[in-house]
């Protein structure tokens, strides 16, 4: 099928290339003129592993092309997805100019039958809003004999890091629609995949992506609560992550307590939510209180170091990993924002490595060194925080980590290293919800 995705950020350009690989032709329309010209080249502006090679494959077979004009895309295409931006506003709405902006154009370029995706994460409504910008919108010729069209939602669940593996083995494929001929052209499009379809509404298929966010950081957040008790009670909080996970029921997938989730979906889509349901009439308690578990979470780990260091002022504080997880370059609501400026703020000096985030990290934070790699971040500290998992972490030489140390502490905010036997290496140790907390 003729396919165009209007907006070649992350999403965009994961859907764009991974439905090129599944044998569509794919037109990738952006504004960032300097964006399409690296494209064009098959150079990724982004970090994700596999996404350039899938790039240059189907750039070869000329499956994909790259465009700034999206009247070239929307008259080439059968289906039309809208994967632009939802920034949050002060308020916590998401705000949705750019969605309006890029309806308008689609509309304006129609010339026959087009269905048109959000794949961008959108408030319930957003659909009807969608279909009335494209009608209101149409060319004049159209306004007496109407131009058939449909508008559907069709949510991304594409974690970061896993993005590709997550698009060509979904665990689900969630389908909003108001007609049959829209829902036929999803069977098509995804067929290669055999997905297991969830065809709805477009208003619930809206909520199921707010909902299954959402339900994700609560798990997180549950989890952390269940940290902070750990600590008070000399549990382990590994132990009751694998006691609760192993009931089907519950699931051990989001169990892991550690510094707080980030990123640039939890966090803002829990709060749209909250204001999706404020507006709605009712009070999303329960989701105002994941929020604050998470905040709390992160001023919990700074009050440990804090803690045990006695004096932060002038000490060197050595960070392993910047990026809010493992196997991205993404920065955004990154844990290690607040927690380094909250050291910062005591007098620390902060010395980081991240194999792949340094260049976002630069652009955010200030009167930090970095190191060139673990090892030499290490050197002269007083301290170490592991704040995001890299496999690179994983497979660390302590002895020499350790040695090159002013004193050998490590907190590791990702309870990463709970069985490398540290202590024994000459290491004061300090995890998450592993039962000793802050001395009282
Ligand atoms: C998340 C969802 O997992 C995707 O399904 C969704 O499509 C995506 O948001 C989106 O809305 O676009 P992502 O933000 O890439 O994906 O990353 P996750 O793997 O979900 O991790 C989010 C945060 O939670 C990270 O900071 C991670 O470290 C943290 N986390 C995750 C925990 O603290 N504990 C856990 O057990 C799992």
Same mark, same amino acid.
């Given at each position: 099928?003729?396919?165009?995705?209007?907006?070649?950020?992350y999403?965009?350009?994961?859907?764009?290339?991974?439905l090129?690989?599944i044998?569509?032709?794919?037109?990738?329309?952006?504004?960032?003129?300097?964006?399409?010209?690296?494209?064009?080249l098959g150079?990724?502006?982004?970090?994700?592993?596999?996404?350039?090679e899938?790039l240059?494959?189907?750039l070869?077979?000329?499956?994909?092309?790259f465009?700034?004009?999206?009247?070239?895309?929307?008259?080439?295409?059968?289906?039309?997805f809208?994967?632009?931006?939802?920034?949050?506003?002060?308020?916590?709405d998401?705000?949705?100019?750019?969605?309006?902006?890029v309806?308008?154009?689609?509309?304006?370029?129609?010339?026959d039958?087009?269905?048109?995706i959000?794949?961008s994460?959108?408030p319930?409504?957003?659909?009807?809003r969608?279909?009335?910008?494209?009608?209101?919108?149409?060319?004049?010729?159209?306004k007496?004999?109407?131009?058939?069209? /449909?508008?559907?939602?069709?949510?991304? $669940? &594409?974690?970061? +890091?896993?993005?590709i593996?997550d698009?060509?083995? %979904?665990?689900? *494929?969630?389908?909003?629609v108001?007609s049959?001929k829209?829902?036929?052209?999803?069977?098509?499009?995804?067929?290669p995949?055999?997905?297991?379809?969830?065809?709805?509404?477009?208003?619930?298929?809206?909520?199921?992506?707010?909902?299954?966010?959402?339900?994700?950081?609560?798990?997180?957040?549950?989890?952390?609560?269940i940290?902070?008790?750990?600590d008070?009670?000399?549990?382990?909080v590994?132990?009751v992550?694998?006691?609760?996970?192993? /009931?089907?029921?519950?699931?051990?997938? $989001? &169990?892991?307590? +550690?510094v707080?989730?980030?990123?640039s979906?939890? %966090?803002?889509? *829990?709060d749209?939510?909250?204001?999706?349901?404020e507006?709605?009439?009712?009070d999303f308690?329960?989701?105002?209180?994941v929020?604050?578990?998470?905040?709390?979470?992160?001023?919990?780990?700074?009050?440990?170091?804090?803690?045990?260091?006695w004096i932060?002022?002038?000490k060197v504080?050595?960070?392993?990993?910047?990026?809010?997880k493992?196997?991205?370059?993404?920065?955004?609501?990154?844990?290690s924002i607040?927690?380094?400026?909250?050291?910062q703020?005591?007098?620390?000096?902060i010395?980081?490595?991240?194999?792949?985030a340094?260049?976002?990290?630069?652009?955010i934070?200030?009167?930090?060194t970095?190191?060139?790699?673990?090892?030499?971040?290490?050197?002269?500290?007083?301290?170490?925080?592991l704040?995001?998992?890299?496999?690179?972490?994983k497979?660390?030489?302590f002895?020499?980590?350790?040695?090159?140390?002013?004193?050998a502490v490590?907190?590791?905010?990702r309870?990463?290293?709970?069985?490398?036997?540290?202590?024994?290496?000459?290491?004061?140790?300090?995890?998450?919800?592993?039962?000793v907390?802050?001395?009282?």
């Amino acid at each position: 099928m003729n396919i165009a995705i209007v907006g070649s950020g992350y999403v965009g350009l994961v859907t764009g290339v991974c439905l090129a690989q599944i044998g569509h032709k794919i037109t990738c329309v952006d504004v960032d003129q300097e964006k399409i010209k690296k494209l064009k080249l098959g150079k990724v502006p982004i970090y994700e592993p596999g996404l350039e090679e899938l790039l240059k494959k189907n750039l070869k077979n000329k499956r994909l092309s790259f465009t700034t004009s999206i009247r070239e895309a929307t008259r080439k295409s059968t289906a039309i997805f809208i994967a632009v931006g939802t920034p949050s506003k002060k308020s916590g709405d998401a705000d949705l100019t750019y969605v309006e902006n890029v309806a308008r154009q689609i509309a304006v370029n129609m010339d026959d039958y087009k269905l048109i995706i959000e794949k961008s994460t959108v408030p319930a409504e957003t659909g009807k809003r969608v279909a009335r910008t494209i009608k209101m919108n149409l060319p004049k010729k159209f306004k007496k004999t109407t131009l058939e069209f /449909d508008v559907a939602s069709n949510p991304e $669940f &594409l974690r970061e +890091g896993s993005a590709i593996s997550d698009f060509m083995n %979904p665990d689900r *494929v969630v389908v909003g629609v108001e007609s049959k001929k829209a829902e036929k052209l999803f069977r098509e499009i995804y067929k290669p995949l055999k997905p297991h379809m969830v065809v709805t509404n477009i208003n619930s298929a809206e909520l199921i992506k707010h909902a299954s966010n959402s339900f994700l950081a609560t798990k997180i957040s549950f989890m952390n609560s269940i940290s902070q008790i750990c600590d008070k009670l000399g549990a382990d909080v590994l132990k009751v992550a694998e006691g609760m996970g192993h /009931d089907k029921r519950i699931g051990r997938a $989001f &169990l892991n307590a +550690g510094v707080g989730y980030g990123g640039s979906c939890f %966090p803002k889509d *829990v709060d749209a939510f909250v204001r999706i349901s404020e507006k709605s009439g009712y009070d999303f308690g329960l989701l105002r209180e994941v929020r604050k578990v998470n905040e709390e979470q992160k001023a919990s780990f700074v009050r440990l170091i804090e803690d045990k260091l006695w004096i932060v002022k002038n000490k060197v504080i050595g960070v392993l990993g910047l990026a809010f997880k493992p196997d991205t370059d993404d920065m955004r609501s990154a844990p290690s924002i607040d927690i380094i400026n909250a050291l910062q703020q005591e007098g620390a000096k902060i010395k980081a490595y991240d194999p792949v985030a340094m260049p976002n990290a630069k652009k955010i934070f200030k009167k930090i060194t970095y190191g060139k790699d673990p090892y030499d971040t290490a050197k002269g500290c007083d301290c170490l925080l592991l704040l995001t998992e890299w496999d690179e972490f994983k497979k660390l030489n302590f002895k020499k980590i350790g040695s090159a140390m002013k004193q050998a502490v490590l907190f590791d905010g990702r309870n990463l290293y709970h069985d490398k036997g540290l202590e024994d290496l000459g290491f004061e140790y300090h995890g998450i919800g592993r039962g000793v907390g802050i001395s009282s």
